[in-house]
């Protein structure tokens, strides 16, 4: 592997130090699996447990444990968060292509670096897209259904930072689309609690990518890019612990409704899954710092472990 002052060669500023894009992938499939963000891979994490929480959680509603199907949808949700996050993001850098180029962290991407055309990418983007289907196929009628219709929120998002201070808004609305779609390809249809589930999602979402956004900030302003971390500056850790309060109660919400018929001790498991991740957004909004980007690096990547809480206990109550 080639590499430049110590760096592998082609390295985006933002990667995981040590992936296994730049250390194991073949070198021609390296930028587009960095045009992909394998080699970031929070942002699978972060699409991926909204899809874990709906299917868990109306797998506990129902009362019938977990089954062969519901393995099939917990890994093809996995595969299918992978693959649409990597379209999501190939679609966000085509579109993005001369503000990543601005930008001090992002100049290094495939596109702006110049490791794959534009034409290259729209291809690996379809190429992404159609296998996500194949998999989408698999889940009944409904839940193919609110698929697609999801294509909707992936298409706005990237342009959402030129016309309102709230493009965190529209990345919760495609990243947390999983839990109304998983409820309804294990449970047959939408649900409330799925809706309260979405809507906690986007409150969480609002929290981990305005600290994410601190990053970027001071490029941001110069260029006319707009965040929810330049809208609220200094007040910032009064707004994250809003959705804080709004995450756990949402998620609290959504658990009681779907699991007021279950046992008891599904129930309690559930609300100590939202618990145990306001506990964890509490611990990082300790440590914020959002003059360090370092830190506001390291703390959104820490949401994997606080989705993950939830995820680990819905999943006990579908067992308990």
């Not at 409820?183 to 649900?191: D, E, K, P, R």
Request: net charge neutral.
């Amino acid at each position: 592997m080639s590499e430049v002052g110590g760096t592998p060669e082609g390295q985006v500023a933002d990667a995981v130090r040590g992936n296994w894009v730049d250390r194991l992938a073949p070198p021609a499939t390296r930028p587009y699996l960095r045009l992909s963000r394998a080699d970031r891979p929070i942002g699978t994490w972060l699409l991926l447990l909204p899809c874990w929480w709906g299917l868990f959680l109306a797998a506990a509603s129902d009362g019938g444990g977990l089954g062969a199907y519901d393995l099939w949808l917990f890994a093809g949700c996995a595969i299918g968060a992978f693959l649409m996050r990597g379209a999501g993001c190939t679609w966000n850098d085509i579109t993005d292509r001369d503000i990543d180029a601005a930008v001090t962290r992002t100049r290094s991407r495939p596109i702006p670096s110049g490791q794959v055309t534009v034409k290259q990418a729209l291809a690996w983007l379809v190429a992404q897209s159609l296998v996500a289907f194949l998999i989408l196929l698999t889940f009944n009628l409904n839940a193919i259904l609110l698929g697609i219709a999801s294509l909707a929120t992936v298409a706005v998002y990237p342009f959402a930072k030129r016309f309102t201070w709230w493009p965190q808004v529209f990345l919760g609305l495609a990243f947390n689309w999983g839990a109304l779609l998983l409820w309804t390809a294990q449970a047959g249809s939408l649900g409330w609690p799925a809706v309260l589930l979405y809507l906690g999602g986007i409150s969480w979402t609002l929290f981990y990518d305005t600290i994410y956004a601190h990053q970027d900030r001071e490029d941001d302003a110069l260029i006319g890019v707009k965040s929810t971390a330049r809208l609220f500056a200094e007040n910032t850790g009064l707004w994250l612990r809003g959705f804080l309060i709004a995450t756990v109660l949402l998620l609290g919400l959504a658990a009681l409704m779907a699991l007021g018929q279950a046992s008891i001790l599904a129930l309690v498991l559930a609300l100590a899954g939202i618990w145990g991740m306001g506990w964890h957004m509490l611990w990082q909004l300790q440590r914020l710092d959002i003059d360090d980007p370092g830190v506001c690096l390291r703390l959104f990547r820490s949401n994997r472990d606080a989705g993950l809480i939830p995820a680990l206990f819905f999943a006990l109550a579908a067992l308990a």
